[in-house]
């Protein structure tokens, strides 16, 4: 189902760059030529009137707001601009609908709960947008240039103090807000939003959002999955703090299954939009739930991330992700990732947990899979499946991530237990065929050894040790760790003769 739904997300999207491109290459005749010079000799005031720079005043979406105008100084006052807060700009991408989508009308709400007094403004550039993909790209330069220039006239007029400015931009908005921030120096923060990858991707840091645009600037990267060299969302990490949410590649609650179980069926684009969308959704539970704070931990890939190597808070390593974020210039492009849940509230808890594996008898071809179950003192998790990359280890210590979406408060116990590959019901069933009695008997001599787990939460940054009284594990048995006493060492245990 996965892999399905993969293919038909890749397909769509090579559907919408081949149709943007093509329509561009397709007639490279005098008329395109005369339009693409147009569209860059257009007269600054028209294309002023194409970017509009709408004042939230109430949180009624039906109201229409009031416009900050450039130049006339009264729509300062009446939109009530009040220059002693903070200003917050959000900044829409590219649009094949031309009017805004439903993100753009939580996002302002939750800013505007969130922050009651600041200036909230929309940056509505949709039809310079609503383009082709290309053409959309090239105007995010001029409509930078423009909030330039609305900057630069509150400066003026109300002596707007740029370090009080957010600007949130997703998709091409990000890269609009990085333009912005070349043009006017000293804004406070820019947070990207899934920020555009198409002609982004390696483009040279004044042609895209980077950490040289803000005083801070923090992105959020959820569709990073590349496709013939592209991928919507950029992959590669272009602000002080760069998050990458489950990898940044695969959401969970995005899948075919799970998209077309809200959308209208048959609607592959929901699929892609749910991934790279996600990154607006994060941003706005961080906005609302200000009490489930999730956190990011910095590691230099996912695959170290999914072995649980990287659940360190010191010196910095770990941040609250999106609007709560704290801010951190002395790095540059940190890659920092978390799990997620499917939906709001998306936040999450992380443990690491190691043990040392100990093969015992017969276990050198047992290539196991664990299941850990975790009891905490308000709920217990699910038998938890441990994914550990390279198979375990025998003889070794392994290390590994366990992700629980509830809330299990402390800690208490912990089961275990193994099987091997055998021991699937397609193999079980196909040794049962051929030779039962040789299977089973050969099976019940493979054990395997863990005295104990050590555990970090990377919530609470506590560490624990578990230990267990029976420590030998035969397939499908289950072994209980609890917490260790004080002082207790486990001895080395005679050994068994069989
Ligand atoms: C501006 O905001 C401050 C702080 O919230 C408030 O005290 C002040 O009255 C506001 N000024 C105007 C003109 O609304
Ligand atoms: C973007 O604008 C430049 C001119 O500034 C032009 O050379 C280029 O072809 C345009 N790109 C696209 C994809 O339209
Ligand atoms: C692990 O060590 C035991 C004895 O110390 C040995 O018999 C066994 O073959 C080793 N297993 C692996 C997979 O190295
Ligand atoms: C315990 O977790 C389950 C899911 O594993 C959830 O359905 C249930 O509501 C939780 N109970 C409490 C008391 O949080």
């Known amino acids: 189902m996965v892999e399905k739904s993969i293919r038909i997300a890749l397909c769509s999207l090579c559907f919408i760059l081949c149709h943007s491109f093509s329509a561009l290459a397709a007639a490279p005749d005098e008329n395109t030529q005369l339009k693409d010079e147009d569209s860059f000799t257009v007269d600054p005031v ?44 959000i900044i829409h991408g590219w649009t094949m609908s031309g009017m805004f989508e439903s993100w753009m009308h939580k996002l302002v709400a939750a800013v505007q709960r969130r922050e009651s007094e600041a200036n909230v403004v929309v940056v509505d550039w949709l039809g310079l947008a609503h383009q082709l993909y290309p053409d959309a790209v090239n105007h995010t330069h001029q409509v930078g240039q423009s909030i330039a220039t609305l900057l630069d006239w509150l400066q003026e007029e109300v002596q707007l103090q740029l370090e009080d400015v957010h600007m949130i931009g997703y998709s091409l908005g990000a890269h609009v807000a990085g333009y912005a921030g070349t043009f006017v120096k000293g804004i406070g923060r820019i947070t990207g939003l899934d920020p555009a990858g198409p002609m982004f991707e390696g483009a040279e840091s004044h042609k895209r959002l980077s950490p040289d645009d803000a005083d ?49 069926a048959g609607n592959f684009v929901e699929v892609m939009k749910c991934e790279h969308e996600r990154a607006v959704h994060l941003f706005v539970d961080s906005l609302m739930n200000k009490d489930h704070v999730s956190y990011a931990f910095q590691c230099t890939g996912p695959d170290r991330f999914k072995k649980g190597i990287c659940l360190s808070c010191r010196k910095n390593r770990c941040n609250s992700i999106g609007y709560n974020a704290k801010k951190m210039r002395t790095r540059r492009n940190s890659k920092m990732y978390l799990k997620t849940r499917a939906d709001t509230p998306f936040g999450g808890y992380h443990y690491q947990m190691k043990m040392h594996v ?4 017969k276990a050198d071809d047992a290539d196991p899979t664990f299941y850990v179950k975790l009891y905490g003192s308000h709920n217990d998790t699910e038998d938890v499946s441990v994914d550990i990359a390279d198979g375990v280890g025998l003889n070794l210590t392994n290390t590994f991530l366990v992700f629980t979406e509830e809330d299990i408060g402390e800690l208490l116990k912990i089961s275990l237990r193994w099987e091997g590959p055998s021991d699937s019901w397609s193999s079980v069933l196909k040794h049962l065929r051929s030779s ?35 420590t030998e594990i035969s397939p499908g048995q289950e072994v209980t760790f609890l917490k260790c006493r004080d002082g207790w060492e486990v001895k080395p245990r005679k050994r068994l003769h069989y």
């Not at 109201?63 to 002693?84: A, H, R, V, W």
């Not at 100990?358 to 008898?361: A, Q």
């Open 46 to 89: 028209l294309l002023h009137d194409q970017i509009k720079y709408n004042m939230r005043k109430s949180l009624d979406l039906d109201d229409d707001g009031c416009y900050l105008q450039p130049g006339k100084k009264e729509s300062i006052e009446e939109c009530g601009f009040n220059t002693t807060v903070k200003t917050i700009l």
């Open 216 to 264: 801070f600037v923090d992105v959020l990267h959820t569709y990073t999955r590349g496709a013939l060299g592209v991928s919507i969302g950029i992959q590669e990490p272009i602000g002080h703090i760069d998050i990458y949410p489950n990898g940044g590649d695969v959401q969970p609650g995005c899948s075919l299954g799970d998209v077309l179980s809200t959308a209208a």
């Open 358 to 361: 100990f093969d015992r008898k």
């Open 436 to 470: 039962f009695w040789s299977w089973s008997s050969s099976q019940n001599k493979k054990v395997l050894e863990v005295r104990r787990i050590r555990v970090k939460a990377g919530e609470t940054q506590k560490k624990f040790t578990f230990c267990a009284e029976k």
